[in-house]
């Protein structure tokens, strides 16, 4: 690449943003902005201390329901990442406002602070939930980008999570065909790896509990899992490459719970980890044909878990 670009991320602090800021000063070619909600918060240091952090990281404090402090973060930016969405840990008591407005509106504010900037491409990050839940599609067939979670269904489940990924990308291309925006959005599966900061976010903790030894038995169930460092790549190759368009399945290798187990079993004897398996039906699978025709690749699992425990143990999280 000739000029250094900059390129803006949402929710820079986020365990897929602070990967994907990390990527972007790596090659030196981009000049970077990361949003957060408080900049000033020590939780955050580990992006100040990243190799070119200091000369071309630029940490702005943003709301994604303030659209002035949105603009003022994406003005001059040639690219924009769209990672921020709130993933919450526990049932909302309030979803449409804590759940749905910020990831809807929020992305709305965004897209529209990046066509006022004349941003000249748009990642948006959204996740497999907005293409599993789709009770048409083939049963012995891998998801691919077609399907569409229904709205419906998330909302008599009360998946509210999955609701405002489907919700939020649909406005997103309702906006680009409207305004001519180049968007392109990335829909990651389950999204583990190595913790660059000491809190472990939400889709870590569901790895960290096999750790605990409080469960004996748990449900064998197929895992489509994807390493954080695999995400941070999809989104700047759909970023770079002229030619992608779209949507774009994020998803390596499903895995068994069991199969899964088994590899951190041999790799760290001294944990107690579930005994008992119990197989259940459901077995979804989604390809991700049409990103790797781009060029992407995932890493092997066993590489993903053991980068994981490795950072859960170097912060003290498994004790």
């Not at 790596?26 to 240091?45: I, N, Q």
């Not at 979670?149 to 509210?160: A, G, L, T, V, Y």
């Not at 790896?193 to 903790?205: E, H, I, R, V, W």
């Not at 041999?266 to 579930?274: D, E, F, G, K, R």
Request: charged letters at 20%; glycine letters at 6%.
């Amino acid at each position: 690449m000739a000029a250094r670009q900059t390129g803006c991320v949402t929710g820079a602090g986020g365990f897929i943003g602070s990967w994907h800021v990390r990527l972007l000063l790596s090659g030196g070619h981009y000049t970077v902005r990361g949003t957060l909600r408080d900049p000033g918060d020590g939780k955050h240091a580990h992006l100040r201390a990243l190799e070119g952090a200091k000369e071309r990281l630029q940490l702005f404090k943003a709301d994604l329901l303030d659209y002035d402090s949105i603009a003022s973060a994406v003005a001059g930016c040639e690219g924009v990442f769209h990672v921020a969405s709130p993933v919450p840990s526990s049932r909302s008591t309030n979803p449409e406002a804590e759940v749905i407005a910020h990831a809807v509106t929020g992305t709305l504010n965004v897209l529209k602070a990046c066509y006022e900037a004349k941003v000249k491409r748009v990642v948006v990050v959204s996740s497999c939930t907005a293409v599993f839940i789709n009770p048409n599609w083939p049963k012995d067939k891998a998801f691919n980008e077609d399907s569409w979670s229904d709205e419906d269904i998330c909302r008599k489940n009360q998946d509210w999570y999955y609701l405002s990924k489907t919700l939020a990308e649909r406005e997103a291309y309702v906006y680009a065909a409207k305004t001519g925006l180049d968007i392109v959005t990335v829909c990651p599966s389950l999204v583990i790896g190595p913790l660059m900061q000491s809190t472990a976010n939400t889709t870590s903790k569901i790895l960290i509990n096999y750790f605990k030894g409080d469960r004996e038995t748990v449900e064998n169930r197929l895992w489509n899992v994807v390493d954080v460092r695999d995400v941070a790549n999809a989104l700047l190759l759909t970023y770079e490459n002229s030619g992608a368009s779209g949507r774009y399945i994020c998803n390596s290798a499903p895995v068994k719970v069991s199969d899964m187990i088994n590899v951190l079993r041999n790799l760290y004897l001294t944990y107690t980890y579930p005994r008992n398996f119990v197989d259940v039906e459901e077995a979804l699978t989604a390809s991700s044909e049409k990103l790797q025709k781009l060029g992407w690749t995932f890493r092997a699992t066993e590489e993903t878990l053991r980068d994981s425990v490795e950072s859960y143990q170097a912060f003290g999280i498994l004790g």
